[in-house]
């Protein structure tokens, strides 16, 4: 790989230990991949997971003195202000020494899934190392920015150097559709796009486009589609022909060649996907978890709505990011979903063992296949339905 003087430097330890360890990472990453050499990035987003691999890595950096050359946002742990009274003393240290510690070595502790919703939004064709499967698609897909899949050491890398190996998602070549999606159902609202991600097996490998779509897509159900694709399969980037941001039509889709392969969806494959993936339950419901990725703002509205008639009788926790609670409580918005039965937990992720444990065991739902299959991880069952459907239930006391 050719290096430029100063990355050559960087590798050498001329920049200090911690840089060095970086630098040989990321070299041998590149090594893997055969990327000719390291080009600059401009913004990085790091899959924070507040567990022991996470902070052996991070500590490891900071211990031989690193520091970022770009500062990234982070993904979410768990709030202490929320969860600090519940969880074990040991889980409470972790959580703080996490936090001190990528606060050290530079990072912007955002705690949020969704950067490229506001702390962190690159614009298109910029290159950036992202981790987090959802931000990754999102920025890649959406955004039309240029990063690959990384995980959160590689990403952490990234920007303590300031530089990533460029290969894959970063090459033009890579980037246009090789399969052509023919969608054929009907989708309403956003959890039909996260279902419509649930058909990652049916799609295959490559980088998916999406026909047949309409023009206007809420940014919400673009989330749920690339979130839920990376459940059911492994994507970088899909493209919508007029919607998202690097191809107006099939063309620039396809870069004038022919898809490898056609898949059509119809409103048969979307049923059967969400029944397999969550057969209709039955019987009482617990809770209600929602936010996973972090809500934004209207989705919160939505649910708001869908309680004023009626409040919940279990607790709805529903996943946020500290600027939007910070917006919700300042337009009355979280008040009303607290006196609904609703709670807005800041800064935390489903995956998260020690917060989450205590429901195994007893059932409850989510509109977020992502979310359940984290959670059942931990042991705990979540039917998987649309939010006014997890609402309506959570109202009742039980699916019906
Ligand atoms: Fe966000 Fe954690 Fe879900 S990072 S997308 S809440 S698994």
Known sequence: MELTAYQQELLDGVWGKGKSMAMQILVGIGKCFDAPRLVPITRAHVSLSAQEADLWFSGKLLAAGASCAVPPTVNPGYSLDYFGGQISEAAVENMRQVDQTYRQLGARMTYSCTPYLGDNVPDCG???????????????????????????????????????????????????????????????????????????????????????LPREISTEALIALGTQLNVSGSFDLFHIPGVTAEVRDMQDAFGGRDPQRRVVITDEDLEKALETFSPSPSGPIEYCILGCPHYTLSQLEEVAELLAQKASQVPIYILTSSTVKARARECGLEQRLLDLGAQLIPDTCVDEACCWGYLAGRPGVTDSPKGAYYMETSGIQLAVRDRATCIRWAQNGSVC
């Open 126 to 212: 910029e290159i950036v190392a992202f981790s987090e499967t959802n931000a990754t698609i999102f920025v890649n897909s959406v955004l039309g920015a240029r990063t690959n899949r990384e995980s959160a050491a590689s990403a952490l890398c990234a920007a303590v150097t300031g530089f990533t190996p460029e290969y894959g998602m970063l090459l033009e070549e890579n980037r246009f559709a090789t399969v052509a999606v023919e969608v054929q159902a009907t989708l309403r609202s956003d959890f039909d796009y996260a279902v419509l991600g649930l058909m990652g097996k049916k799609i295959g490998k490559g980088v998916p486009a999406f026909l047949g």
